[in-house]
């Protein structure tokens, strides 16, 4: 009788099981905490804005952006040793196509919010279905973030037919949440003025891939860089940041992408 079972159920099964192998979700590398010559105590204060579509898109969005905020907090805290305080969520109206570049949409926010009064200002804006999903200038205060990975998880996982609709369920939300965990950290890296590194399964690597868990070595050193010069937003404050990060990838030049040296070196033009 088991036997039978087994067999009845085998064809989808094994169509379940396969999948499941090939798109199961990815996790983040857990750290124990650590300093890195940081005060352990520092604390980033963020101020998130949330655009008319996302809002729409989003249960209890406010507490889903504070979330978002405090996940990537924790992630940082316990390899940089530093927070992020998310000192208010609120409402925007981004009147900006959302689909293709989010160029636009980074240029809206930094004419809404300087940011001076802020380590840094982030904007969950509306989904979308191409690959656009992040934005951040190097060494900047404001990051784009589009969460529309409900929407592209959704598709794959409709790929299995007979699948269990909670299991369905739970798969979609595992896969686009170490997604989007995976674009916001390396987003924020990004405003650092982290380039883009060559090791395969790094977040800051070019793509995205579910085996992506941790930061590579070397960004986590460009990393440490970023963070020791994020409160001198002066020009010889910028200069030395910049020229740190310089002198980081002159240190290392494989770890990093081919264009990243003058990635860097672009920063004296804006």
Not at 179 to 201: M, Y
Not at 208 to 237: C, H, M, N, Q
Request: charged fraction near 25%; charge should be neutral.
């Amino acid at each position: 009788m088991v036997a039978l079972c087994v067999s009845c159920y085998s064809p989808h099964y094994q169509r379940y099981k396969t999948f499941m192998e090939v798109n199961a979700p990815g996790k983040l590398a857990t750290a124990q905490p650590t300093s890195t010559g940081i005060r352990p105590e520092v604390r980033f204060h963020v101020r998130v804005y949330a655009d008319e579509s996302y809002r729409h898109a989003t249960l209890r969005w406010e507490a889903v952006a504070r979330r978002r905020v405090d996940q990537l907090s924790t992630f940082v805290r316990d390899r940089f040793g530093v927070r992020l305080a998310c000192d208010s969520v609120v409402p925007w109206r981004l009147d900006v196509p959302q689909t293709g570049n989010l160029t636009d949409a980074l240029a809206a926010l930094r004419k809404l919010d300087s940011g001076e009064d802020v380590d840094w200002v982030i904007a969950f804006v509306g989904p979308a279905l191409d690959d656009n999903f992040g934005v951040a200038d190097l060494a900047s205060k404001h990051i784009i973030v589009r969460p529309g990975f409900w929407l592209r998880e959704r598709q794959t996982a409709a790929e299995v037919k007979n699948m269990n609709s909670e299991d369905m369920e739970l798969l979609i939300r595992e896969r686009a949440e170490h997604r989007e965990a995976v674009i916001f950290l390396r987003t924020w890296a990004t405003s650092l003025g982290v380039p883009t590194d060559n090791e395969f399964g790094s977040i800051q690597a070019p793509s995205y891939r579910r085996e992506v868990s941790e930061f590579s070595p070397a960004s986590k050193r460009a990393i440490e860089v970023g963070l020791r010069y994020r409160f001198d937003w002066t020009p010889s404050g910028r200069k030395a940041w910049r020229e740190a990060m310089l002198a980081l990838i002159a240190e290392d030049p494989a770890a990093f992408s081919p264009a990243a040296a003058d990635e860097v070196r672009a920063w004296s033009a804006r």
